[in-house]
């Protein structure tokens, strides 16, 4: 990985500036993608502005930013996206700032001195230069100061091509696709990066690729994420058709998994709705969120049941004296668990009667079984 650090004055950096709504925003004559597409949608509001104009003003230090620089010689903004838009915004007249008695300064009305000595500062950039996955270890050990980026948006960074780019349109925008089909079952914010970060996860793990960025390296390429968008919208609309009744337990859940090993199977929707409600009624379960897995899956350990307190497995503890009721050897209390004697599926429910204390290893194995 190459570092190279190089002072810019203002007055290049602005030049060339752009702000087009379909060309995105360029700067330092066009070689500068200042808003690259896996920039997240973030503006400063007007006290950061005017704090990035007053620091410039007074000759304090800015924040490093860092330009990625590209195969064709170009640069793309990593970070100081928001720095380097309040500088070409304050520029443009597009805002104010306001001197110590309050009145505002246009950058027009500003002293040529001080226009001067705003266009003559020197920021501080680090040009990185380097195979992807050496900028990804970087940019993870810096993590980005100022606003810093998520690991998603890293990833975005690093990976950025036609697939990312078309990724974004449909998982990474305010009111996007998936938002609009999936926003309750989908935990966080898509313009965080949220929604994109799960379906990738889900699509790494489908082609038997346990790390997402080995998965977006080799998509980067793509022409598209149609094919990403497809799968998503298969697994959405099979929750929708598999589960007819939304409850608030199915956000957030790995749809993807339960999707990619159950959607082959024909199942009886009302009956599944009937289990499921009468799951919901039962005070046994603890981990609502789990009936949706073990209602597909039959495993137990997809559920959570409530727990024997204090007392029932003191109670059960003097009662056996200690001894476990399956190995048959003596413990103390805090070695030992309370078990369910006749069992949850059996119609065993927590309470004093249906006690027993087990030893953590006897208990575990019964668990397994």
């Given at each position: 990985?190459?570092?190279?650090?190089?002072?810019?004055?203002?007055?290049?950096?602005?030049?060339?500036?752009?702000?087009?709504?379909?060309?995105?925003?360029?700067?330092?004559?066009?070689?500068?993608?200042?808003?690259?597409?896996?920039?997240?949608?973030?503006?400063?509001?007007?006290?950061?502005?005017?704090?990035?104009?007053?620091?410039?003003?007074?000759?304090?230090?800015?924040?490093?930013?860092?330009?990625?620089?590209?195969?064709?010689?170009?640069?793309?903004?990593?970070?100081?996206?928001?720095?380097?838009?309040?500088?070409?915004?304050?520029?443009?007249?597009?805002?104010?700032?306001?001197?110590?008695?309050?009145?505002?300064?246009?950058?027009?009305?500003?002293?040529?001195?001080?226009?001067?000595?705003?266009?003559?500062?020197?920021?501080?950039?680090y040009f990185c230069k380097g195979t992807d996955k050496e900028k990804l270890d970087w940019f993870r050990v810096i993590n980005i100061v100022g606003?810093?980026?998520?690991?998603?948006?890293?990833?975005?960074?690093?990976?950025?091509?036609?697939?990312?780019?078309?990724?974004?349109?449909?998982?990474?925008?305010?009111?996007?696709?998936?938002?609009?089909?999936?926003?309750?079952?989908?935990?966080?914010?898509?313009?965080?990066?949220?929604?994109?970060?799960?379906?990738?996860?889900?699509?790494?793990?489908?082609?038997?690729?346990?790390?997402?960025?080995?998965?977006?390296?080799?998509?980067?390429?793509?022409?598209?994420?149609?094919?990403?968008?497809?799968?998503?919208?298969?697994?959405?609309?099979?929750?929708?058709?598999?589960?007819?009744?939304?409850?608030?337990?199915?956000?957030?859940?790995?749809?993807?998994?339960?999707?990619?090993?159950?959607?082959?199977?024909?199942?009886?929707?009302?009956?599944?709705?009937?289990?499921?409600?009468?799951?919901?009624?039962?005070?046994?379960?603890?981990?609502?969120?789990?009936?949706?897995?073990?209602?597909?899956?039959?495993?137990?350990?997809?559920?959570?049941?409530?727990?024997?307190?204090?007392?029932?497995?003191?109670?059960?503890?003097?009662?056996?004296?200690?001894?476990?009721?399956?190995?048959?050897?003596?413990?103390?209390?805090?070695?030992?668990?309370?078990?369910?004697?006749?069992?949850?599926?059996?119609?065993?429910?927590?309470?004093?009667?249906?006690?027993?204390?087990?030893?953590?290893?006897?208990?575990?194995?019964?668990?397994?079984?």
């Amino acid at each position: 990985m190459k570092i190279e650090e190089k002072k810019i004055k203002v007055c290049d950096l602005i030049t060339g500036y752009e702000n087009d709504p379909d060309n995105g925003v360029r700067a330092y004559n066009g070689r500068l993608d200042v808003r690259p597409p896996y920039q997240r949608e973030f503006r400063y509001d007007d006290k950061q502005k005017e704090a990035v104009i007053h620091t410039i003003l007074k000759g304090f230090p800015l924040n490093i930013m860092y330009w990625s620089v590209e195969e064709n010689g170009d640069y793309e903004m990593i970070d100081g996206q928001q720095r380097s838009l309040s500088i070409c915004e304050y520029v443009q007249h597009d805002f104010h700032i306001k001197d110590e008695q309050g009145h505002k300064r246009y950058f027009n009305s500003l002293t040529d001195e001080d226009k001067a000595q705003f266009m003559n500062y020197e920021l501080t950039v680090y040009f990185c230069k380097g195979t992807d996955k050496e900028k990804l270890d970087w940019f993870r050990v810096i993590n980005i100061v100022g606003e810093r980026l998520l690991d998603q948006e890293l990833l975005n960074a690093i990976y950025t091509g036609p697939f990312v780019t078309d990724a974004r349109k449909y998982f990474s925008k305010d009111k996007c696709p998936a938002y609009k089909i999936a926003a309750d079952l989908l935990t966080g914010v898509a313009r965080e990066q949220s929604y994109l970060a799960t379906v990738l996860s889900w699509a790494a793990r489908k082609e038997g690729i346990n790390d997402v960025s080995e998965y977006m390296s080799k998509h980067k390429d793509d022409v598209n994420a149609s094919r990403l968008w497809a799968y998503f919208s298969a697994i959405i609309t099979w929750v929708r058709t598999t589960f007819t009744v939304y409850r608030k337990e199915m956000k957030g859940l790995d749809w993807g998994l339960l999707y990619d090993h159950y959607h082959e199977h024909i199942y009886d929707t009302d009956a599944l709705e009937q289990r499921i409600h009468d799951l919901m009624e039962d005070d046994e379960i603890m981990k609502k969120s789990g009936i949706y897995s073990y209602v597909l899956s039959g495993d137990l350990r997809d559920l959570s049941f409530r727990a024997f307190d204090k007392k029932q497995k003191r109670e059960a503890y003097e009662r056996q004296q200690g001894i476990c009721a399956h190995c048959g050897r003596h413990f103390e209390l805090e070695e030992m668990e309370g078990d369910h004697i006749t069992p949850w599926a059996e119609g065993g429910t927590t309470t004093a009667e249906n006690c027993q204390m087990l030893c953590k290893e006897c208990n575990r194995r019964k668990g397994t079984k």
